[in-house]
């Protein structure tokens, strides 16, 4: 059983180690995701971010406009998460004070 | 005794992270997480009592509420005013342009993310210890 286990780690181990090597180089300007134009015939998102988000929201921090201002519905979602992370760990580990004299 | 001197720096730094996330690496979630260690640090090391003065329980849960609240009033402000849902640029604010007033929107939603994951995390920490006796 042992044995079968480490197999199948190894053997998906290799899988994703041959995917990487489909993988674009970083900075490649000829993959796909960073051509000026999607294959479909679209405007490519990633250049248009770096041509005009100093020009749209006047910070020269690029990331920061990408993350609060291009994308912003996914931040606000981040926080949510994080809110509801804190909401639940307030209900599950919170305890009425009638019962702080038990030992669990 | 070190982290009495060191943690208002701390704050200082987080204060710093955020507010400069426009020029620099830096932004709510991080500069959050820094004043959430700082607050962290004081629960530590000079006991619950002192904590509690610096930082109530009771607020944490409120307060991450708030930020929760301050990004979505500013998206929700520029839908009142007339644009869409987040579009900071129908931010109803006179005497600035377009992209200035993208600039501010971003600085508020920044705000209240740091607000809202500096609370979380101090009660998160605070609901852990609860019902354990504080040394």
Known sequence: MKIINWLLLISFGALLVYASFGLPNRGDADAVMHREKSPAGSQGASSYYIRNAYKDANTPNMVTVILADYRGYDTLGEETVILTAGLICF?????KKKNSDDPI | MVSRVVSPFI???ALYVIFHGHYS????????????????????AAGREIAQLQFRTILGTPLGSIGVLIYFGTGFMAMLAGGEFLNYGF??????????????????VEIGVGLAVM?????????LLEGYPHD
């Open chain 2, 91 to 108: 931010l109803p604010f006179a005497g600035f342009q377009a992209a200035e007033l993208r600039s501010l929107g971003i600085l508020m």
């Open chain 1, 91 to 95: 209900l599950i580990l919170r305890r």
């Open chain 2, 25 to 44: 690496a830096g932004g709510g979630f991080q500069g959050g997480t820094i004043m959430a260690a700082s607050l962290l640090l004081m629960r530590l």
């Open chain 2, 119 to 127: 609370a979380i995390l101090v009660a998160i920490y605070d609901d």
């Open chain 2, 11 to 13: 704050m200082l730094f």
